[in-house]
């Protein structure tokens, strides 16, 4: 990226400034994407712990895989999640705040015994399914602000930085030189002029 700037004053106050503030922006912007991926892999690996912990229940129930047969389709039905937004390292994420469920009416005197345990089942099973997809979601959400927060440190610290660097020094440089020539073309107008005024009062004198 180039730096566009005037070899002037003006604009070297302009880069000054410009290149303060992406300085003390960097530890910020620094600290910011080590939160970020420290939040990015607790997230994946609840996700993770939940999607193991629903295996663990799948696994669990397998003796009831023959039951589920008598089982009516449609006894319970998921009708709504609520979900909340919460802050993590400045970014908004969803969280899961209940899960509402419609339990169709059943006789418990004519159905199997464990109707009822098999909705209980189904709840816990939905839960973990459901929470460890909002944990999928907060991690991708934190990811694509950790990216874009790399992005920008990297902008910083190899790119603007440096050239800003590199166009204060620039012009520094063009105003010394500037300066000397303005010193120096003095200089020689001041020993003309001396001459010059020696030269008449010799004539002066003859």
Request: without cysteine; positive net charge.
């Amino acid at each position: 990226m180039a730096i566009k700037f005037q070899y002037n004053k003006t604009s070297l106050n302009g880069l000054t400034k410009q290149l303060k503030m992406r300085k003390s922006a960097l530890p910020t912007l620094k600290n910011k994407e080590s939160a970020l991926r420290l939040e990015v892999r607790k997230a994946k690996e609840r996700s993770e712990k939940l999607i193991e912990d629903l295996d663990a229940a799948l696994k669990k129930y397998d003796y009831l895989a023959a039951l589920w047969n008598e089982f009516e389709p449609g006894l319970i039905s998921i009708t709504d999640v609520d979900l909340t937004t919460v802050k993590v390292a400045g970014v908004k994420t969803p969280e899961l705040l209940g899960i509402h469920y419609e339990i169709s009416e059943f006789n418990a005197f004519t159905k199997p015994a464990w109707y009822v345990d098999g909705v209980a089942i189904l709840k816990e099973l939905s839960r973990l399914g459901i929470e460890s997809e909002v944990y999928k979601e907060k991690s991708r959400i934190l990811d694509y602000q950790r990216r874009k927060t790399t992005q920008k440190v990297n902008l910083y610290e190899k790119v603007q930085i440096p050239g800003y660097q590199e166009a204060i020094r620039k012009i520094k440089r063009y105003m010394e030189d500037e300066e000397n020539l303005s010193k120096a073309a003095s200089k020689i107008v001041k020993s003309r002029h001396a001459a010059e005024e020696a030269e008449e009062e010799a004539r002066n004198d003859r």
